[in-house]
Structures are given as structure tokens and as C-alpha cells.
């Protein structure tokens, strides 16, 4: 990609150098006309243009040897006394392609050179514009495409600057809301898991029957989980196809999976379902099942409810316990400092979708997660 994007910058260049110098020898003609005392234009006059603007071919693969041709022969130009004309416009070209193209060191360096080559004319000839009086003249010719090479450089790099902090802002979003989905997965299949694998151990000893069923759910539970890991790890694989997003309807899945770890889990459905944007699906998917991990982790009871409210312009998630009443965000079970952590992840998603999370202690003892999604009206 790289090669033929410099082919094509070189044919463009080309293409340039052409039409300059078709317009180089016919208005360098014109120029001699009006500028009485200069010497008439001749076959050197044309070599010298045709090497000036010929030269820029080549002024993006080598803008320091295009500058110091193209000053030469300009340089020389003068100095043979030919009438300012188009042959300057190639000077332009070339200062500005060195300011544009080179590190600002390198290009200033080049830029002095260039000044002072074309300085050599300013001493050498006679005329009103030459002397001291000539120089202030001579340097507006190399310092004013610099400068405009200079200010467009910048504007570039800002630019690309820009472009890069913006990707690399996207891959952080992406990669937290990546580890937030394998948190929210992972967390909530180890919870079951491990629940099961204590009645598992419970009952192994005297009724070891009874004892396959966790065994068999701690299966279930795993398969289930690594599925869902899948898919969620797949977002990261270019050109991988995403698996269904979880949404509420995946409920009567979690609430059975649940069952099986030995928490029981009523649903509530308030107002008529109706299909929800798939941001909002899984939010509130993922808020009930964080909410219903820490019941299994922390609550100590057996139930808990689940109520779905479905309202003219916002979604409901409830979850509440009859537990111990203890704030989820204030427990660290493994005493490694990771508590907090599916708080501030539900916070975070209902907070990015514009709602509001309520969480805390019930009146009446235990605990209760409320989430509020606004929703477009339905039509």
C-alpha cells in the first residue's frame, strides 16, 4: 500500500512539473517583455527552468537534493541577469516541500542553504532590489513557504496525534467493557459453582446419591459459563462472529442455574414486555445477575426476587433479599482488596446509559438492588 501510494504521489508530481513548465517557457517570454534590461530569453533560460521545475519530480522522495537543484539552477537564473518569472514558483514549491517533508532542524538547515544560494544574485547583479537592499526581498522567498510548510506540518501531526489518542481511547473503553462482561460471567459462574461444590462435599459423605445432582449441576453450570465466556471473548477476535447478546430473556436460564446452587429465585414481570434496545437488554441482564451473585456470596439466605418493570419510558430491575443486609460493596470475603468491584461495574453501565442505580439496605431487613434504564417510548 505504502509503494503505490508513493507512485501515485510521484505521478502527481510529475503531472506538476509539466504543467509548470508548459506555463514556465510561455510566460517566462511574456516576463522578458515587460521587465526592460534583463537579458532576452534564450535556449540556457529554458534549460535552466526545465531543470528548476523538473526537479520537483522527485521532491518528496529527496526534498534536500530537489531544494539544492532547484536552487542552483534558479540561483544561476539570476544571476545570468533572465526576468523574474515562473521559475521562482519552483523555488516555492521546493522550500515548502523541505519544511513539510523534514524534521524542523534539517528543514531549517536546508531553508538557510537555500537563502543563501539565492542570496548570490541579490550581490552579483545591479539593479533597484539588489545589494542590502535586495535581501529583505530575497528571504521573503524562502521564509514565507517555509513558514506555510512549517504550519501545515503541525496541523498534520496534531492531527494524526489526535487520531491516535481517539483509537487508543477506543481500545481502552473496548478492553474495560470487555473485562467487565468476563468479570460479570466468570464471577457469576465461580459463585454457583462453588456453592454447589460445598453441597457436593456436604452431602458425599452420607448420601452420596443425593450428591451427583451438584456434581451434575456444577457440570451444567461450568459448560454454561465457558459458553458465555466464549462468546463474550470472541468480540476481541478480528473478523470472529458474535454470539446472541444476553438480555432478560436469558432469566429463566439464570434462575434455573441458580436453583441448582441451592438459591431459589422468584420472577416478577410488571407492564407488558415489549423488545428493548440490546444496550439496555444486557444491562439489565447483567445487573440482575451481579445483584443475584452476591446474594449467593454474601446474603446467607435461600430466595430472592426478581421484579421487571416495563414503563412507558424507562425499564425496572429489582433485586432483593431477605439477608443479612450488608452492603456488597463493604464486603471483601478474600481479603485481597478486590470487593467493590461488580458495585462499581453495574454503577458504571446503568450510569453510561444515562440511569440510575439504588443500592442498600431494605427497611424491613436485607438487601435491595434497584436499577432504572430510560427507554425510548414504544410506538
Not at 122 to 147: D, M, Q
Amino acid at each position: 500500500m505504502r509503494l503505490i501510494g508513493r507512485r501515485q504521489e510521484t505521478a502527481i508530481d510529475a503531472v506538476l512539473a509539466l504543467v509548470l513548465l508548459g506555463f514556465g517557457l510561455l510566460a517566462t517570454g511574456l516576463a522578458g517583455d515587460n521587465q526592460p534590461g534583463t537579458r532576452p530569453v534564450d535556449a540556457v533560460c529554458r534549460v535552466l527552468i526545465a531543470l528548476a521545475v523538473l526537479a520537483l519530480v522527485g521532491r518528496r522522495l529527496a526534498p534536500a537534493a530537489t531544494l539544492g537543484v532547484v536552487t542552483v539552477a534558479t540561483s544561476t537564473y539570476l544571476v545570468l541577469g533572465y526576468p523574474y518569472g515562473p521559475v521562482l514558483l519552483a523555488f516555492l514549491i521546493a522550500v515548502y516541500t523541505v519544511a513539510v517533508r523534514l524534521p524542523v532542524r534539517a528543514a531549517a538547515v536546508a531553508g538557510g542553504c537555500a537563502f543563501a544560494g539565492l542570496l548570490v544574485h541579490v550581490f552579483w547583479s545591479r539593479g533597484p532590489a539588489t545589494g542590502w537592499e535586495g535581501v529583505l526581498p530575497a528571504s521573503a522567498w524562502v521564509v514565507v513557504p517555509f513558514a506555510a510548510g512549517v504550519a501545515v506540518r503541525a496541523n498534520r501531526e496534531t492531527l494524526t496525534r489526535g487520531r491516535a489518542e481517539q483509537a487508543r481511547r477506543q481500545a481502552d473503553e473496548e478492553r474495560l467493557r470487555i473485562a467487565q462482561e468476563v468479570h460479570d460471567v466468570v464471577g457469576h459462574g465461580l459463585a454457583a459453582i462453588s456453592m454447589q461444590a460445598d453441597i457436593a462435599l456436604h452431602l458425599l459423605p452420607k448420601r452420596p446419591e443425593q450428591a451427583e445432582t451438584a456434581l451434575t449441576a456444577i457440570s451444567r453450570t461450568s459448560r454454561e459459563a465457558l459458553d458465555e465466556l466464549r462468546v463474550t471473548l470472541g468480540a476481541v477476535r478480528r473478523g470472529a462472529e458474535r454470539g446472541p447478546v444476553p438480555g432478560l430473556a436469558r432469566l429463566p436460564a439464570l434462575r434455573e442455574r441458580l436453583a441448582g446452587a441451592g438459591l431459589a429465585v422468584e420472577l416478577r414481570t410488571v407492564g407488558a414486555p415489549r423488545d428493548l434496545p440490546a444496550a439496555v437488554d444486557l444491562a439489565a441482564y447483567r445487573v440482575v445477575q451481579e445483584a443475584l451473585t452476591n446474594v449467593l456470596r454474601h446474603a446467607g439466605v435461600a430466595s430472592a426476587e426478581v421484579t421487571v418493570g416495563y414503563r412507558a419510558d424507562e425499564l425496572t430491575v429489582e433485586v432483593a433479599d431477605h439477608g443479612v443486609g450488608t452492603t456488597f460493596d463493604t464486603v471483601d470475603p478474600a481479603g485481597d482488596g478486590t470487593a467493590g468491584h461488580g458495585l462499581a461495574g453495574m454503577r458504571e453501565r446503568v450510569a453510561a446509559l444515562g440511569g440510575l442505580l439504588d443500592v442498600g439496605p431494605r427497611p424491613g431487613g436485607g438487601f435491595r438492588v434497584h436499577a432504572r434504564l430510560p427507554v425510548e417510548p414504544a410506538a
